[in-house]
Antibody
Framework: EVQLVQSGAEVKKPGESLKISCKGS????????IGWVRQMPGKGLEWMGI????????KYSPSFQGQVTISADKSISTAYLQWSSLKASDTAMYYC????????????WGQGTMVTVSS | SYVLTQPPSVSVAPGKTARFTCGGN??????VHWYQQKPGQAPVLVIY???DRPSGIPERFSGSNSGNTATLTISRVEAGDEADYYC???????????FGGGTKLTVL
């Protein structure tokens, strides 16, 4: 079965760092793009960026450029989303997604990782 | 940057047809994807490349795209179709994905 399994919920304080993960299975991890989508509480979907694990080519939404880092370790079929200094406004559900080509739809979604940032 | 406009809500009785619009400048020249998100769940792809249905999505779901409006249509609506529906396009001018704000379907 093709799936993306994300790491568990996190509760952090403002200023702390965080790295969440997304592990792909059931398909060839290196030939599909992995993206990240933010959904703030009660709000819509926002695209953050994507990475091609085969060569680590990465594209960011202008809204998230410089705010987060997307990376991947193809040896363990895992992609990451990382913050160096969290803010309360980073509180949201984060989904990883799979797409075959840059303009293809997101055909597989992870279950989501809830990140709560509160003092 | 490119903007997609969706009405906040649509209400329809069971068995009727629900239509969800997604407006954008010359959106007919782009490929539109649609997602369904039920409460507490991750989104699911229901239509891709304007009109195609992934395996497992009922034939009741269909899509069209022309001019400045793309449309997702659900025929013979069921209570289980209650969800938020999002449209999505790739903005090639800025190399990034754009989502519409989403439309909440209420089945009366």
């Amino acid at each position: 079965e093709v799936q993306l399994v994300q790491s568990g919920a996190e509760v952090k304080k403002p200023g702390e760092s965080l790295k969440i993960s997304c592990k792909g299975s059931g398909y060839s991890f290196t030939i599909y793009w992995i993206g990240w989508v933010r959904q703030m509480p009660g709000k819509g979907l926002e695209w953050m960026g994507i990475i091609y694990p085969g060569d680590s080519d990465t594209k960011y939404s202008p809204s998230f450029q410089g705010q987060v880092t997307i990376s991947a370790d193809k040896s363990i079929s895992t992609a990451y989303l990382q913050w160096s200094s969290l803010k309360a406004s980073d509180t949201a559900m984060y989904y990883c997604v799979r797409q075959q080509a840059v303009q293809d739809a997101f055909d597989i979604w992870g279950q989501g990782t809830m990140v709560t940032v509160s003092s | 940057s490119y903007v997609l406009t969706q009405p906040p809500s649509v209400s329809v009785a069971p068995g009727k047809t629900a239509r969800f619009t997604c407006g954008g400048n010359n959106i007919g020249g782009k490929s539109v994807h649609w997602y369904q998100q039920k409460p507490g769940q991750a989104p699911v792809l229901v239509i891709y490349f304007d009109t195609d249905r992934p395996s497992g999505i009922p034939e009741r779901f269909s899509g069209s795209n022309s001019g400045n409006t793309a449309t997702l249509t659900i025929s013979r609506v069921e209570a289980g179709d209650e969800a938020d529906y999002y449209c999505q396009v790739w903005d090639s001018s800025s190399d990034h994905w754009v989502f519409g704000g989403g439309t909440k379907l209420t089945v009366l």
